[in-house]
Every structure is written in C-alpha cells, then in structure tokens.
C-alpha cells in the first residue's frame, strides 16, 4: 500500500482540511494498517498551493486550475503505485484530490468504478454551483459531465463509468436532474434506513463489480457529526459509527477494493482528533480489520 498526501484545500469553503493529512497519520494510520497485515509505505505529500498566493479564477468554479494541477500530481503517483501492483491511499485534503485519484487509476487501467460515500453528491457542474466551491464536483468531473475546464492532458476524462453512491442526505436541484442522465446508483439515508447498510451496500457493489478497477472515496461528512464533528460541511442524519465500521467491511469482504481516498477531515472543526482516528479505524475496517 502507498500513502499519498493530498492536503489541498482550495476546493473547500472553509480553511483546514490541508491539515487533514498530518492529522489522520498522527492518529497512528501507518500503524494500524501493519498491524491487520499489510505492508505500507508513506510516499510523502503533493505540493499544494494555498489561497492566499492563488488567483481564484472563473467564480463559478474556484481556483479551477491550480485544483487541476494538484489533482495531476496526485494522478502521477496514484498511477505509478497501481503500476508496481500497490493500493493507493490518499489522504485528503477536500474532495476535489478524487479527481486525482481516479485519473490516476483510470491512466494506469482504463475508466472504472466509484463507490462515492458521502453525504453529498457532488454532482454539481460550474453552472449548477451555488457556491463555485470545486469539492462540489469532482463525481461529476470524474464521470466526464462537468465539462471541457475539467479535462486533463495527464489522465482520460472521464475516468469512471460506473458510480454507486452511499450515504447521500443532501443533494442541490441540478444534482437531482444531473442523476437522472447518469449510469449511477445512489443510496439516500431513507434507503439505508429502509433495508440496512448490508442491503443497500452489497447491491452498491454488485452494481460497480467487473469495472477495470474499483475505487473507494470516503469523505469523513458521511458519517454524523456526532461522531466526525471535524468536517466542513457536516449534516446531520449520518452513518452511525457502527453503520459506517459495517459499510467498509462489506466493502473488504467483498474483495473489489482497488484504491481509496479520505477526504475532508478538517481538524481546526474537529474534537481532540476524533474525526481523523474514526479515518483510520473506517480505513483499517475496509482494509481487513475485523472485530473478531
């Protein structure tokens, strides 16, 4: 398994998730994943630009090109892991690094498969925006319906075909019409609530299985802020702590795991680092971790 660094925040509306990184791997990341069995090598951080020194750019979709850039670095080494037969995990920084992570596995095995599990779609497009904030995009970006500003010449848009997303409780007008046009599953809370986690995630990954790859995007909001309080943009109504332990061990059981990121863990919201430990047990739980 390659670590990967990925603390951007520009994509975000609020200051702190660039802190994300450090603060998952001082709850003791590296650690735990040796301690289930893996072998594990920390390959540093991207270089990220900070707002202060960046130009904003179209303010329909904020610092749009230094987010691309990042997200090109990030694809780079996500790429050059799934190469030597390594997982990549990426540690966030917002959502937006997504569109890095699945480049970066698209380039090295052609367009796959998301399970995207967030409260959130992140469907939006620059035009449906109501913020501009890019960590609202990136699944749209990624299924290649975001449009012409979002293509790279560092991976294939789109890189994924195929989207299972879980967990969702809060989703903008253009995101609603954008799914109907999609080749997505998604999983609303009344659904989870309806036929249980097990349900709902077993047809989630039936549906993303055969993909030339199958990544795993876990944004910490997801869960209820009860028990991640550090993310941006918290809503409650979330995976419990339990649901979302049993969510990634479907996910490990089921054996499809081929990359993943965790993003938006922002400690300067959080509670004497609760969210990025919860980081680490959900990362340990899919990768294998069980309770018995």
């Given amino acids: 398994m390659a670590i990967i660094g ?22 003791g990341l590296e650690a735990r994943i040796r301690a289930i069995g893996h072998e594990v090598a920390d390959w540093g951080d991207i270089r990220s630009p900070v707002p ?63 399970l995207w599990i967030d409260a959130h779609g992140d469907l939006n497009r620059p035009g449906t925006s109501p913020s501009g904030n890019v960590h609202g995009m990136p699944l749209a970006a990624a299924l290649g319906v975001a449009g012409d500003a979002f293509d790279s010449e560092e991976f294939p848009t789109p890189s994924v075909t195929r989207a299972a997303l879980f967990g969702i409780r809060s989703l903008d007008p253009g995101e609603r019409a954008l799914i109907h046009e999609l080749d997505a599953k998604v999983f609303t809370m009344s659904e989870i609530d309806r036929l249980g986690v097990e349900k709902v995630m077993t047809e989630a990954l039936e549906f993303l299985a055969g993909a030339p790859f199958v990544h795993v995007s876990l944004d910490l909001d997801a869960v209820d802020p009860m028990f991640a309080p550090g993310v941006g943009t918290p809503v409650r109504g979330g995976l419990s702590y339990r649901e979302a332990h049993l969510a990634l061990e479907l996910v490990s059981e089921a054996g499809l795991l081929d990359s993943l990121d965790v993003v938006e863990v922002n400690p300067v919201l959080d509670r004497e680092n609760q969210t990025a430990e919860l980081a680490v047990e959900l990362v340990a739980s899919a990768l294998g971790a069980r309770i018995l």
Avoid: F, K, N, W
């Fill in 6 to 27: 990925a603390g951007l925040d520009l994509g975000a509306g609020r200051r702190g998730v660039d802190m994300g990184p450090s603060a998952i791997r001082y709850a």
């Fill in 52 to 114: 202060e020194a960046t130009d904003v750019g179209d303010p329909t979709a904020r610092y749009l090109v230094p987010i691309m850039q990042a997200c090109e670095r990030v694809a780079g080494l996500v790429g050059e892991a799934a190469d030597q037969g390594l997982v990549p995990l990426v540690l966030g920084g917002d959502h937006s690094i997504a569109m890095g992570t699945l480049g970066g596995m698209a380039r090295a095995r052609g367009a796959g498969a998301v």
